[in-house]
C-alpha cells in the first residue's frame, strides 16, 4: 500500500437521540489510522477523488462503524470536526463510496436508507431495529428458493441481498419497543 500523506483525526463517540431512544456509536481513534480507512483512502484516490479534510470525516465514520447511519447521523458527526462542512458533501460522499462499493445503502420500511461499511465476499445483513447495530452472515443456502421462484415466474435470478430485521441482545434485555423505531 502506498503512503498517503494524510493528517489523521481523532474522531469521539457521540450520542444520537431520536424518538426517545439513545444511540451510542462507539469511539474509535484514527490518530493511527486502521488498515481499513487506509484501503478506502486508497481506493477514493484510485478512483480519482480528492481526498479532502471532510470526506476523510466521513470515510472515518463510516468504516469504524458497527450501526447503520442515515445521512444525517453522518451530517452531526462529521460537524464535530468539520463545523462548516454541508449535507450536500455528505450526500455526494455517500454517493461516491456507494459507487466504488466501500458502502451498502440499507433499505429501510419506513423508505429511507442508511449506510454501512460493504462486506468482504458475499454476506447477509442482520440489523437491530432499535439501536441500528448491524452484523453480516453468511452460510445461507438460498440456491433451491431462487431456482425455485426463477423457474415459476420465468426469470433467471442471478443474485440475491438479504436484509434481516430484529432487535439484538441487548435490546431485547432493555425491553426496547421496536414498532417505535421504524427502521
Keep these: 500500500m502506498r503512503n498517503l500523506n494524510i493528517a489523521y483525526l481523532l474522531v469521539y463517540a457521540y450520542v444520537i437521540i431520536e424518538n426517545g431512544y439513545q444511540y451510542q456509536l462507539r469511539r474509535f481513534d484514527t490518530s493511527q489510522p486502521t488498515q481499513r480507512i487506509e484501503q478506502w483512502l486508497e481506493k477514493l484516490q484510485v478512483s480519482g477523488y480528492r481526498l479532502t479534510g471532510p470526506r476523510l470525516a466521513v470515510v472515518e465514520i463510516l468504516a469504524e462503524s458497527q450501526f447503520t447511519l442515515d445521512a444525517t447521523q453522518v451530517f452531526l458527526q462529521s460537524r464535530q470536526n468539520y463545523p462548516s462542512i454541508g449535507l450536500v458533501t455528505i450526500y455526494r460522499t455517500l454517493e461516491k463510496l456507494e459507487e466504488i462499493g466501500l458502502i451498502l445503502r440499507v433499505h429501510q420500511s419506513n423508505g429511507c436508507h442508511s449506510f454501512i461499511a460493504a462486506p468482504q465476499g458475499h454476506q447477509h445483513l442482520l440489523i437491530c431495529r432499535a439501536c441500528r447495530r448491524a452484523e453480516y452472515f453468511g452460510g445461507d443456502n438460498l ?28 435490546c431485547q434485555n432493555l425491553q426496547v419497543p421496536e414498532e417505535e423505531n421504524d427502521l
Design 143 to 170: 440456491t433451491p428458493l431462487m431456482t425455485t421462484i426463477g423457474e415459476e415466474r420465468g426469470f433467471s435470478i442471478q443474485e440475491h441481498w438479504l436484509q434481516l430485521f430484529g432487535l439484538c441482545a441487548n
